[in-house]
């Protein structure tokens, strides 16, 4: 069983990806985002820079392009954002796999192609059942009509179920109830892997009381659990979103105050310090309570790169805490060495 986490392609997580131990590596199918950002300069450029950097040999980088305009990215370039990247990706020896919809446009389906032939990695169907859905799933005929588009087989295609956001039990059911129908409804088409992925970690963390540790249901683990007691068959893959929210995160303003989102078997322990000390100290004083906290593994530093950063952070031996991006790669680090370690142990999230 594969572990398929959807990352936004920032710094940070691009980051927790490039550090990833062999254990890790030969488990997990990344999807990353790209995420719109109007301060930086060339948005495509900067993730095909981070990902050279940062892909692991051997790894195929599934790449979901559908949040930026499907228009062209810069004046006197033939296509949009899918042809850029693989040509790009291509250039810097980033194997891809292109994320396609069922609705997207003909233009971009065509671009897809020609990456699923410059790239040969076959392509990833994402599908959505989650609440704010417009869209039903597609039929038979659009099913064959994609494909053909592609120049694909089935079986050269992941299938990808997006349930999106769970922010309660009630929606953790009907939506794992949706997706259940979705893997039901497709189940003819044999493709090559099958995927169930929902998101529960919150939009951000105003809110959070400060100076110690929140648990925040995985109610994401928990949804494709039932999902797989409501299917008969070959059980699929599992997804989420890592420490984020499943959207595109809104601008940020300001510094963050130090925080550290935890991943533990049943939540995440989201720890968020008031600024009292200058700079980002207090995220030391963060770090050793969490290392002195009950949630710290028994593996304590060499569960991940991002523990062993963490227990530097508790020890002093770091002459600076840190920032956003180093918390959220930090996170993530320790996110998917928890995950791929329990789906390999155990069978699940």
Known sequence: MAYVPILKGKAGEFSALGHVTPAVRSCIRPVMELVPDPDVRDVL????DRAMDAVPQGVVLTVDSGALPAARVLEGDAGGPMARLCESLGLRGVAMCPVVRHTDEGAVLAEAARATSEHQRGACLRISVAADSPHRLPDNAQIRGLLAVLRLEPEEVDLLIDAGPVDS????????????VALKTLAPWPWRHECVAAGAFPVNLTGFPRGQATPVTRRDAQ?????????????????DFGVTHPRMPAKSRGTPDPNMRYTTPDAWQVFVYPRVRSGNDDFFVLSADLV????????????SWGDARLKECA???????????????????????????????????
């Open 169 to 180: 039990e009630i929606a953790r059911d009907r939506l794992a109830d949706r997706a259940v």
């Open 292 to 303: 002195n906290s009950p949630h710290w593994p028994a593996t304590g530093a060499r569960t």
């Open 315 to 349: 020890n002093r031996q770091r002459p600076k805490a840190g920032g956003g991006t180093e918390w959220r790669a930090w996170a993530t680090s320790h996110h998917l060495a928890v995950v791929s370690s329990s789906l390999a142990t155990f069978g699940c999230p």
């Open 45 to 48: 450029e900067t993730f095909c």
């Open 223 to 239: 949804l494709w659990r039932r999902v797989l007691s409501g299917r008969c068959g070959k059980s699929p893959d599992f997804g």
